[in-house]
């Protein structure tokens, strides 16, 4: 079974010439709604791809009318939502400004998702044969009691270092890494985690590998329109290539990268296959505007 445990969100998307600078305005002509929060994106991911189903996102929205709406999308595209609590918190709302190049720029207002308890995550979803995966939109340390008791019970945990908090103690990224069987961090994500240990400067590759040996685990790097480099705690790297594609918006493509990678892993085990499948999986996610709206099914990744 794959177990998220992570952020829901309701995201504004605007696109514009260009991405505002520091005390610029930028005019757009309107704005879409679109379902977002990363622990939402990577469980509707898993969930499109997955043969056996079995997806199920633990997290927390608000009473209003988003939370009740990211409720419905969730369970329309086959998520768990059993354990979808609802507190007082405003849901989790993000503001996304896309750029006619397909970048992006991304302000989140947690809301709810700060809300988000370990204890929320009942005995019964973890075993063995538990894929975990998380996030940083929630409470670290929440996050990481839900890393050690499926670690404890023999599971395997996956966990994407974003967005990099903007301070945080090598304490807690060495628990982290002592608590993850795979590490996901794209370019910038790999050079900031390898600095919080002390490594500054280094190339993203040779900070991904970094990571590895640091933690003990694989370190699955991925860099965009370059694909992914797998790098394991021996040092030993693969290169998997992305598809060719003229991207629309890049927003959600790591997240589907994730939650197909999970797929992937308790489909078969095999992690190659599953890095290999999963960065063709969020090239295919930059043809539509929206994190999930691009998102692959399962019959369009086979194909």
Same mark, same amino acid.
């Given at each position: 079974?794959?177990?998220?445990?992570?952020?829901?969100?309701?995201?504004?998307?605007?696109?514009?010439?260009?991405?505002?600078?520091?005390?610029?305005?930028?005019?757009?002509?309107?704005?879409?709604?679109?379902?977002?929060?990363? #622990? /939402? =994106?990577? !469980?509707?991911?898993? *969930?499109? @791809?997955? $043969?056996?189903?079995?997806?199920?996102?633990?997290?927390? %929205?608000?009473?209003?009318?988003?939370?009740?709406?990211?409720?419905?999308?969730?369970?329309?595209?086959?998520?768990?939502?059993?354990?979808?609590?609802?507190?007082?918190?405003?849901?989790?709302?993000?503001?996304?400004?896309?750029?006619?190049?397909?970048?992006?720029?991304?302000?989140?207002?947690? #809301? /709810? =998702?700060? !809300?988000?308890?370990? *204890?929320? @995550?009942? $005995?019964?979803?973890?075993?063995?044969?538990?894929?975990? %995966?998380?996030?940083?939109?929630?409470?670290?340390?929440?996050?990481?009691?839900?890393?050690?008791?499926?670690?404890?019970?023999?599971?395997?945990?996956?966990?994407?270092?974003?967005?990099?908090?903007?301070?945080?103690?090598?304490?807690?990224?060495?628990?982290?890494?002592?608590?993850?069987?795979?590490?996901?961090?794209?370019?910038?994500?790999?050079?900031?985690?390898? $600095?919080?240990?002390?490594?500054?400067?280094?190339?993203?590759?040779?900070?991904?590998?970094?990571?590895?040996?640091?933690?003990?685990?694989?370190?699955?790097?991925?860099?965009?329109?370059?694909?992914?480099?797998?790098?394991?705690?021996?040092?030993?790297?693969?290169?998997?290539?992305?598809?060719?594609?003229?991207?629309?918006?890049?927003?959600?493509?790591?997240?589907?990268?994730?939650?197909?990678?999970?797929?992937?892993?308790?489909?078969?085990?095999?992690?190659?296959?599953?890095?290999?499948?999963?960065?063709?999986?969020?090239?295919?996610?930059?043809?539509?505007?929206?994190?999930?709206?691009?998102?692959?099914?399962?019959?369009?990744?086979?194909?």
């Amino acid at each position: 079974m794959i177990l998220v445990f992570g952020s829901v969100n309701l995201d504004l998307v605007t696109r514009v010439s260009s991405i505002p600078r520091p005390g610029e305005t930028v005019l757009s002509p309107s704005y879409t709604t679109t379902f977002g929060g990363k #622990g /939402a =994106n990577q !469980a509707v991911a898993a *969930a499109r @791809v997955s $043969a056996a189903g079995g997806v199920c996102l633990v997290a927390r %929205v608000g009473t209003d009318a988003f939370g009740a709406s990211a409720r419905a999308n969730l369970h329309d595209n086959g998520v768990g939502i059993d354990h979808l609590g609802v507190g007082p918190e405003p849901t989790g709302c993000a503001f996304i400004t896309v750029d006619e190049r397909g970048e992006n720029a991304i302000t989140v207002a947690s #809301g /709810a =998702n700060l !809300a988000l308890k370990g *204890a929320a @995550v009942p $005995a019964d979803l973890i075993d063995g044969g538990t894929v975990l %995966v998380l996030q940083m939109e929630v409470p670290f340390g929440e996050s990481l009691s839900v890393a050690q008791r499926v670690r404890d019970a023999g599971g395997r945990v996956i966990w994407n270092f974003a967005p990099v908090p903007a301070a945080f103690r090598r304490e807690d990224l060495s628990d982290l890494l002592a608590a993850t069987d795979f590490l996901v961090v794209n370019e910038h994500e790999a050079v900031a985690a390898a $600095a919080v240990l002390g490594f500054e400067g280094l190339a993203f590759e040779h900070a991904a590998e970094r990571l590895a040996r640091a933690g003990n685990l694989t370190c699955v790097a991925t860099a965009g329109a370059d694909g992914a480099t797998m790098i394991d705690f021996n040092g030993q790297r693969a290169h998997f290539p992305a598809s060719r594609v003229v991207p629309i918006d890049t927003t959600g493509a790591g997240d589907t990268f994730v939650g197909i990678l999970a797929a992937g892993l308790v489909e078969d085990g095999d992690l190659a296959t599953a890095v290999s499948r999963a960065v063709k999986g969020a090239s295919l996610s930059c043809l539509l505007v929206g994190a999930q709206p691009g998102m692959p099914y399962r019959h369009q990744l086979d194909r």
